[in-house]
């Protein structure tokens, strides 16, 4: 005997979610909507900041695992530090500036394997991803030495080291003067 077939409705099928209908915002939704994201950036920007005002943006110390140049340098777990207030001849990207393997190599031998105190200030990272920060290591502040010493210029992008610009352009003053490192030996200075 053939079997009968029982006609069956069809399962329900699930339905999925439907694109959300685009349409504009009224002016005042838009100036809500800017008004709210800018009060998180802010509540974010607060967050990020210890109680002096400066800002926590990385470790207080750590070993530098690798020197990238004359004023870049890379902490365990990749994270690039960005000396602020300097700027060190490029040697980078296809860079050869003068006296830039000359910063690299001081660098090189000041920091390399050793534990670095870490400073920061008001933006914790540069357009290029890095940490900005002052750096010391066995009590001597690196950015100021480069400065001093002659292997970089000072770059001051402010609010970053209003505290500390003039300090510094007095020292890159006294470095030109006594013609030291790139002062001397480049013409003209990689610094712009």
Request: overall charge negative; hydrophobic content about 40%; some cysteine.
């Amino acid at each position: 005997m053939p079997v009968a077939k029982t006609e069956r409705s069809p399962e329900p099928q699930a339905r999925r979610p439907e694109a959300p209908e685009l349409r504009s915002e009224g002016f005042a939704e838009k100036d809500l909507r800017a008004a709210l994201a800018a009060i998180a950036v802010g509540a974010a920007g607060l967050a990020a900041c210890s109680g002096d005002g400066r800002a926590t943006c990385g470790p207080s110390e750590a070993t530098v695992a690798r020197v990238i140049d004359g004023d870049t340098i890379v902490l365990p777990g990749d994270v690039r530090i960005r000396y602020l207030l300097v700027n060190a001849p490029e040697t980078t990207n296809g860079h050869a500036d003068c006296y830039g393997a000359n910063a690299a190599q001081f660098n090189t031998d000041l920091v390399l394997g050793k534990a670095v105190q870490l400073r920061y200030e008001t933006a914790c990272q540069d357009m290029f991803g890095r940490t900005l920060a002052y750096v010391s290591v066995d009590g001597q502040d690196v950015n100021r030495l480069l400065v001093e010493r002659g292997y970089a210029c000072v770059l001051h992008i402010p609010p970053d080291g209003d505290d500390r610009a003039d300090e510094l352009a007095a020292v890159q003053a006294a470095a030109r003067s006594a013609r030291r490192g790139l002062w001397g030996a480049c013409d003209p200075t990689p610094c712009r």
